[in-house]
């Protein structure tokens, strides 16, 4: 049972920074491409970033490029998001997610996701 446990959500002002952190058990992670992806109130869940399973390609959502930052770390099982200078509307719970399909930046690409963390950022 592959399961996904996002941390590091919280409460932040506008232009501070977090780093969310989703660590991957029961699969091999070096097998699975990683996703972050957002759902902002009365939205639907949306693209954030994405990295390949070789960690040798990133991609993001226009919103996040120049700001968010996605990594991972095999020897921890792990995905990091890096976001800086946060902004009102990165309001959301955020997602992270693993699948095998290679069309990272769709949801539809995903097989196993986490419970979601908050992330609020006032003004």
């Known amino acids: 049972q592959v399961q996904l446990v996002e941390s590091g959500g919280g409460l932040v002002q506008a232009g501070g920074s977090l780093r969310l952190s989703c660590v991957v058990s029961?699969?091999?992670?070096?097998?699975?491409?990683m996703g972050w992806f957002r759902q902002r109130p009365g939205k639907e869940r949306e693209f954030v970033a994405a990295?390949?399973?070789?960690?040798?390609?990133?991609i993001y959502a226009d919103s996040a490029k120049g700001r968010f930052t996605i990594s991972r770390d095999s020897a921890k099982n792990t995905v990091y998001l890096q976001m800086n200078s946060l902004k009102p509307e990165d309001t959301a719970v955020y997602y992270c997610?693993?699948?095998?399909?290679?069309?990272?930046?769709?949801?539809?690409?995903?097989?196993?996701w986490g419970q979601g963390t908050q992330v609020t950022v006032s003004s």
């Open positions: 029961g699969g091999t992670f070096s097998t699975y491409h």
């Open positions: 997610a693993a699948g095998s399909n290679i069309a990272i930046s769709s949801i539809r690409a995903y097989d196993y």
């Open positions: 990295t390949t399973r070789s960690g040798g390609r990133q």
